[in-house]
């Protein structure tokens, strides 16, 4: 710690140190509008509070919680569940309450700390080690008051809290005007591959035909609908989690054993080439069985297998295209939870060109597409990690008092 600054428990600066209640323990309901009621889902690690994710309540019942009315400035720190979500009140947001997974830290008036200052300690990877210390290794996600009001503050001198605090707004301003920049960079790359993807199925050519996907596949089903009991090691079992990213995850696969795999494989038996598309949940998103192994699937994958007409590389781009999402999304069924029916898929309608060589020069010129646009998103989500990493470095240097 650097000369001249002090050490403090956070109940030593602070005027109050207290938690919000639930609005149901005392017979409230959320309401649709009215005063606003903060959340953990409503703060972010970077000390936002988030406006579309606040919640309301009557003006009765924030009367009746009294100890969790918030004032402007005062700091709400998550000791529930997502442990470290911080936001600072401003006025804009008040009136306002909260609940009893966010603490309310109110710096006293005479500590001689700055909110900003200790906001900002908040956010840095000190606080989170200091709660590690707390929690003494024990797997809880809960911090308690008590543990909470001995976190140990360093307390710089104002006049440097102050240097601090500017000196830390201008570089996060800074980076985060950096980030902004790249996940643009980066949602622009995305765009530009869709939007291709897209104009190769819309702008057909003059030797095309459409047809519907059941007409040009021998095999579109679905995996069992029987959930199944799983084992340490087996057979592997893949769900619609396995092929979210449009490649089939091999590394996070359930197992089971052989007696039920051997029921499951006589219905549905997939193999190199085969494609396998998300049909429940996050709908619309296809992989292809790319190795030569056995494993079997659930009901919320349809196995799809394409017949001599159509390059099973053609049909999978054509699947993850927005082109066939369009036609998938008006062929959702259920409410709550999207689900795609096998008959509904079977009547998607799929253009391609009649000859097999126009279609791998397709494929070739997606495969190149696809590919520059994967080098460019690593590039992208590299910078945003190393911006990252660069807020957290300054924060740490700011409160060793190496700034």
């Not at 919000?20 to 009621?37: A, D, H, I, R």
């Not at 990877?125 to 911090?143: D, F, H, P, T």
């Amino acid at each position: 710690m650097k000369h001249g600054w002090e050490v403090k428990k956070l109940g030593e600066v602070c005027e109050i140190i207290t938690k919000g209640t639930t609005p149901t323990s005392l017979g409230f309901e959320f309401t649709q509008k009215g005063v606003n009621f903060i959340k953990v889902e409503s703060l972010t690690l970077l000390g936002e509070i988030i406006p579309n994710k606040i919640a309301y309540i009557s003006e009765e019942c924030h009367n009746t919680l009294k100890r969790s009315q918030l004032k402007e400035n005062d700091i709400l720190f998550s000791i529930a569940g997502a442990l470290g979500r911080i936001g600072i009140v401003n006025k804009n947001i008040l009136p306002a309450n909260t609940n009893q997974a966010l603490a309310i830290i109110r710096v006293a008036k005479d500590s001689k700390l700055m909110v900003r200052f200790l906001a900002k300690y908040f956010i840095s990877n000190s606080i989170m080690r200091e709660v590690e210390k707390l929690k003494g290794g024990a797997a809880q996600q809960n911090l308690s008051l008590g543990q909470l009001t001995n976190l140990l503050i360093p307390l710089p001198p104002l006049s440097e809290q102050q240097r601090i605090v500017t000196i830390l707004e201008e570089a996060c301003e800074a980076i985060n005007q950096a980030k902004e920049n790249a996940e643009q960079n980066l949602k622009n790359a995305q765009e530009l591959y869709e939007s291709y993807l897209q104009s190769v199925f819309e702008t057909k050519g003059k030797d095309w035909e459409e047809k519907t996907l059941k007409e040009v596949c021998t095999k579109i089903t679905d995996g069992t609908h029987q959930t199944p009991k799983y084992f340490k090691d087996g057979v592997i079992f893949l769900s619609s989690k396995n092929v979210t990213s449009g490649k089939i995850d091999w590394d996070n696969v359930k197992y089971i054993d052989e007696v039920q795999h051997l029921e499951m494989h006589n219905r549905v038996a997939p193999k190199v080439g085969d494609i396998l598309l998300a049909k429940n949940g996050t709908t619309g998103v296809a992989a292809m069985v790319d190795r030569d192994i056995v494993f079997d699937i659930y009901v919320s994958l349809a196995h799809i297998r394409v017949l001599e007409e159509v390059l099973p590389e053609f049909m999978l781009y054509f699947i993850n295209s927005p082109f066939a999402k369009q036609q998938f999304n008006k062929r959702l069924k259920g409410m709550g939870v999207p689900n795609l029916h096998l008959e509904e898929i079977r009547e998607v309608v799929i253009p391609f060109p009649r000859q097999k060589n126009k279609q791998e020069t397709i494929v070739a010129k997606l495969d190149a597409l696809s590919e520059q646009t994967k080098k460019l998103e690593s590039i992208y989500e590299q910078k945003l990690a190393n911006l990252e990493e660069l807020k957290k470095s300054i924060l740490q240097k700011a409160f060793n008092g190496e700034l």
